[in-house]
């Protein structure tokens, strides 16, 4: 009769506990929550989902479309520059942060539209006439402006960077752009890499019963081509957005101490834009109007009036000036 040498004996069994503790390890990276039906999990849960749903709408909201607006060319010429003021709108619909987990379903508090201001630098840094047109390439870098506490039931980390008492997200990246010569129009390639802080939802020592926050980094590519008149600039594209962020959820577990789990956010969007511009001389008055394509995506919560698989409109409104 074959038996099992005993170094295989000891083995087996020492594989079958390495593996197991690899899939228990890899359920509670899948699963951050309890996976039990208790209240106080689905309460967990949907502070989850609420990260999950509002991460691509921060990034469509800071990001917007053009990262230079109102134009795809560059400046090019060394010393140049140009600042640009902004303001993005975005509609968000806010849930109740009482939700207690006894359905699957967290009702609606409130539509908003969400303003969010941003400034944006571009800097020369080169040109060169080629016969088959001219390549300019420009630095870029942006801040957006947050308030500590955006609404009743969001706020900004308490540690973020901030200057004279507002919250800074930053974002740095570059624009290399093509004229084709004579009347032809301009075509740029656009990256920027964005990071944001912490944005918290719900507040446990105001009564409510969940508190999510989550971290953004995005890296954001598009394709703008544009073409000018005497006085009207067009500029239209897309891209894509990869946006990450480290999240947590804060909730009154089943024995009623307050839990806390992380929650790793990773998802991606294709983003599309038309801007127009007037040119004033050094001033340029502009516009812009975008749609952020939806993604599916599955969640156990049901969010009333919010379609987490949902494209989403975008816009913003601002001024440049260059010299």
């Known amino acids: 009769m074959y038996t099992v040498p005993a170094f295989r004996r000891g083995v ?3 594989l079958l506990g390495v593996l197991s503790v690899l899939a228990t390890n890899l359920v509670a990276q899948g699963r951050p929550c309890p996976a039990d039906s208790a209240a106080a999990s689905r309460v967990c849960q949907a502070g989850a989902d609420l990260l999950t749903a509002f991460l691509p709408a921060e990034g469509a909201l800071v990001g917007g479309g053009n990262p230079v607006p109102g134009t795809a060319g560059a400046i090019g010429r ?6 640009t003021a902004r303001v993005g709108f975005l509609g968000m619909t806010i849930p109740k942060a009482n939700y ?3 359905s699957d379903t967290v009702h609606a508090d409130k539509q908003l539209l969400v303003p969010l201001p941003r400034f944006d630098l571009s800097l020369g840094m080169f040109s060169k006439k080629l016969p088959m047109g ?5 630095l870029l870098g942006s801040a957006v402006v947050l308030p500590t506490s955006a609404t009743t039931r969001i706020h ?3 540690n973020a960077r901030t200057l004279a008492g507002m919250a ?3 974002g740095y990246g570059f624009r290399a752009a093509f004229v084709l010569p004579g009347s032809g129009p301009t075509v740029s390639l656009n990256v920027m890499k964005r990071d944001m802080p912490a944005v918290r939802f719900g507040d446990l020592s105001s009564g409510d019963r969940l508190s999510a926050a989550t971290t953004l980094s995005a890296i954001s590519a598009r394709l703008l081509v544009g073409g000018r008149t005497s006085l009207l600039t067009l500029t239209a594209g897309a891209g894509l957005d990869l946006y990450k962020g480290e999240g947590s959820v804060t909730y009154a ?8 789990v992380a929650v790793n956010l990773s998802t991606s969007r294709i983003m599309t834009l038309v801007n127009a511009a007037i040119d004033l001389g050094p001033l340029t008055l502009w516009g812009e109007g975008g749609f952020q394509v939806g993604k599916k995506t599955d969640l156990v919560t049901i969010f009333q009036r919010n379609d987490p698989s949902a494209g989403r409109f975008f816009g913003g409104l601002g001024a440049a000036i260059a010299f």
Do not use: Q
């Open 253 to 260: 577990d089943s024995a009623g101490t307050d839990s806390t």
């Open 100 to 102: 207690d987990g006894t």
């Open 134 to 138: 001219t390549v300019a390439l420009d």
């Open 78 to 83: 060394f010393g140049h520059a140009r600042i």
């Open 168 to 170: 800074l997200g930053l």
């Open 156 to 158: 900004i980390d308490d």
């Open 12 to 14: 087996a069994p020492a």
